[in-house]
T-cell receptor, first 109, second 111 residues
Framework: DGGITQSPKYLFRKEGQNVTLSCEQN?????MYWYRQDPGQGLRLIYY???????QKGDIAEGYSVSREKKESFPLTVTSAQKNPTAFYLC????????FGQGTRLTVV | AQTVTQSQPEMSVQEAETVTLSCTYD???????LFWYKQPPSRQMILVIR??????QNATENRFSVNFQKAAKSFSLKISDSQLGDAAMYFC????????FGAGTRLTVKP
């Protein structure tokens, strides 16, 4: 059945390492988003893409990178330049409404 | 960038009572979408209700309804007959191009 899948659910990385979070959707949606959520806070937009091979920075893009080579996939790389990467990351795709993945909890030690 | 403001960090309601969550937004656009999302402890985001800005009629979904005041840029959510399962974080969102969220309101339902 259709949906949006984020993997893994939990991710641990050492400081200074890049890490890539996966987001895949089979809803045939053009738009996809990455958000960061810190404890007790709202969702802050990192990057979004409205079409394959095109994406725009959100409010907190520094230290992150994305690619959109396929309609179904929108991976997020958290680079070593991100000063405080430990957070909960949510991916969404959108048609007439946004559907969210279950999130990835990234912990950098 | 458009901003979305939820001025109530926490709200509490007695089971079976009604509660209203507030949301305001800032935009110069006339055509956009507004949403309320619920995030329970599982952290899965669930769409509660959506409103197209060009529609004057307020959206309703069962016990959930909105009061959309376009000129005032206000979009409040009313939950009637509150249930224990309504306890969650509620986020207001604005979409035109990208989608922006407010900081959220934590709703507690007292039995």
């Amino acid at each position: 059945d259709g949906g949006i899948t984020q993997s893994p659910k939990y991710l641990f990385r050492k400081e200074g390492q890049n890490v890539t979070l996966s987001c895949e959707q089979n809803l045939n949606h053009d738009a996809m988003y990455w958000y960061r959520q810190d404890p007790g806070q709202g969702l802050r937009l990192i990057y979004y893409s409205q079409i394959v091979n095109d994406f725009q920075k959100g409010d907190i893009a520094e230290g992150y990178s994305v690619s959109r080579e396929k309609k179904e996939s929108f991976p997020l790389t958290v680079t070593s330049a991100q000063k405080n990467p430990t957070a909960f990351y949510l991916c969404a795709s959108e048609g007439t409404e946004a559907f969210f993945g279950q999130g990835t909890r990234l912990t950098v030690v | 960038a458009q901003t979305v403001t939820q001025s109530q960090p926490e709200m509490s309601v007695q089971e079976a009572e009604t509660v209203t969550l507030s949301c305001t937004y800032d935009t110069s656009e006339s055509d956009y979408y507004l949403f309320w999302y619920k995030q329970p402890p599982s952290r899965q985001m669930i769409l509660v209700i959506r409103q197209e800005a060009y529609k004057q009629q307020n959206a309703t979904e069962n016990r959930f309804s909105v009061n959309f005041q376009k000129a005032a840029k206000s979009f409040s959510l009313k939950i009637s007959d509150s249930q224990l399962g309504d306890a969650a974080m509620y986020f207001c969102a604005y979409r035109r191009g990208d989608m922006r969220f407010g900081a959220g309101t934590r709703l507690t339902v007292k039995p």
